[in-house]
């Protein structure tokens, strides 16, 4: 009997109105960024069962300071979110790519492709300069980051990916090895994007828009609201710049450091790197990312919008 009651009591508050709203909300973000989480891990899978070491040995350059700026601009060609660009990079750092290089590519991937840049033109028409703006704002912040590594990293801050069970056994079945690889990394990633989903969730239902309004007035002052709020929000990079469109009480620049931000500091994202790299990794790195995109958004702003 007690069961029954404990049971029609969860039921009606998962029904409740404020309950509804963030499942609905964190539903809706892990609808969002699976297909891109599952493009990173089949893209990850790949390049640890087809490509071999040599590949990347031979295109980025030897030195990790040269290597990070190269490895930034390749991030173009992922066209996906941040949940995609963990695993690609947890991939390159187990094929022996230099972690500064990896890094770079992680916050370029989600912020730089060709998709992110034509929804941030549709969301801004007329304004090629936010576009431009994002674009270097973007890179410049993953090409620092990188060389912030190269220059201040330490291995112990960093707990390297380890591969799939079976990975290295002196067997070379390339098609088990993908089979093996996606498991491995979807199953762990996906546990860690639903604790991010949850998370942002939580913010949506407990803070009200009306919170929000009170900053829009403070040029200065929004800058560091909206950044906050793109962490929390976190938003998938391809559909973020309808939102930061859509908050026009704030500058210009304060929405370009939504943009900036949201792709590379997101709570999913922090979940995703706790759980590929360490939570002591992702905490040190998320907010140091966090400082430097905020600045770089500042700058890059100043002077483009």
């Given at each position: 009997?007690?069961?029954?009651?404990?049971?029609?009591?969860?039921?009606?508050?998962?029904?409740?109105?404020?309950?509804?709203?963030?499942?609905?909300?964190?539903?809706?973000?892990?609808?969002?960024?699976?297909?891109?989480?599952?493009?990173?891990?089949?893209?990850?899978?790949?390049?640890?069962?087809?490509?071999?070491?040599?590949?990347?040995?031979?295109?980025?350059?030897?030195n990790p300071a040269l290597a990070v700026p190269v490895a930034?601009?390749?991030?173009?060609?992922?066209?996906?979110?941040?949940?995609?660009?963990?695993?690609?990079?947890?991939?390159?750092?187990?094929?022996?790519?230099?972690?500064?290089?990896?890094?770079?590519?992680?916050?370029?991937?989600?912020?730089i492709n060709p998709v992110v840049l034509v929804a941030t033109a549709i969301a801004f028409p007329g304004m090629p300069e936010m576009v431009l703006a994002?674009?270097?704002?973007?890179?410049?912040?993953?090409?620092?980051?990188?060389?912030?590594?190269?220059?201040?990293?330490?291995?112990?801050?960093?707990?390297?990916?380890?591969?799939?069970a079976g990975d290295g056994d002196g067997s070379r079945n390339p098609l088990e090895e993908f089979r093996r690889?996606?498991?491995?990394?979807?199953?762990?990633?996906?546990?860690?994007?639903?604790?991010?989903?949850?998370?942002?969730?939580?913010?949506?239902?407990?803070?009200?828009?009306?919170?929000?309004?009170?900053?829009?007035?403070?040029?200065?002052?929004?800058v560091p609201v909206l950044a906050f709020l793109a962490v929390v929000l976190a938003v998938c990079s391809e559909a973020d710049a309808f939102v930061a469109a859509s908050l026009t009480g704030f500058s210009p620049v304060a929405r370009l450091a939504f943009m900036v931000v949201g792709p590379m500091v997101d709570l999913k994202l922090v979940a995703l790197q706790s759980g590929a790299f360490g939570r002591a990794f992702a905490a040190r790195f998320s907010s140091a990312t966090f400082v430097v995109a905020v600045g770089t958004s500042i700058v890059i702003g100043g002077l483009a919008l």
């Amino acid at each position: 009997m007690a069961a029954a009651v404990a049971t029609v009591v969860l039921v009606s508050a998962w029904d409740a109105g404020v309950v509804r709203t963030w499942r609905t909300v964190m539903v809706a973000i892990v609808v969002q960024g699976v297909p891109f989480l599952v493009l990173g891990t089949v893209v990850s899978a790949a390049l640890g069962a087809f490509v071999p070491e040599r590949v990347f040995t031979r295109v980025l350059p030897r030195n990790p300071a040269l290597a990070v700026p190269v490895a930034g601009v390749a991030g173009a060609v992922l066209p996906g979110c941040e949940c995609a660009s963990v695993p690609v990079a947890g991939s390159l750092m187990r094929r022996g790519v230099a972690p500064a290089a990896a890094l770079a590519f992680l916050l370029s991937a989600p912020a730089i492709n060709p998709v992110v840049l034509v929804a941030t033109a549709i969301a801004f028409p007329g304004m090629p300069e936010m576009v431009l703006a994002r674009l270097a704002a973007s890179l410049l912040t993953a090409v620092v980051m990188g060389w912030l590594w190269v220059a201040f990293g330490r291995p112990e801050w960093l707990r390297l990916p380890k591969g799939p069970a079976g990975d290295g056994d002196g067997s070379r079945n390339p098609l088990e090895e993908f089979r093996r690889g996606f498991q491995h990394d979807f199953l762990q990633a996906g546990g860690f994007l639903v604790v991010g989903a949850a998370a942002a969730a939580t913010f949506n239902v407990l803070v009200p828009p009306s919170v929000l309004r009170v900053f829009a007035d403070e040029p200065w002052l929004g800058v560091p609201v909206l950044a906050f709020l793109a962490v929390v929000l976190a938003v998938c990079s391809e559909a973020d710049a309808f939102v930061a469109a859509s908050l026009t009480g704030f500058s210009p620049v304060a929405r370009l450091a939504f943009m900036v931000v949201g792709p590379m500091v997101d709570l999913k994202l922090v979940a995703l790197q706790s759980g590929a790299f360490g939570r002591a990794f992702a905490a040190r790195f998320s907010s140091a990312t966090f400082v430097v995109a905020v600045g770089t958004s500042i700058v890059i702003g100043g002077l483009a919008l």
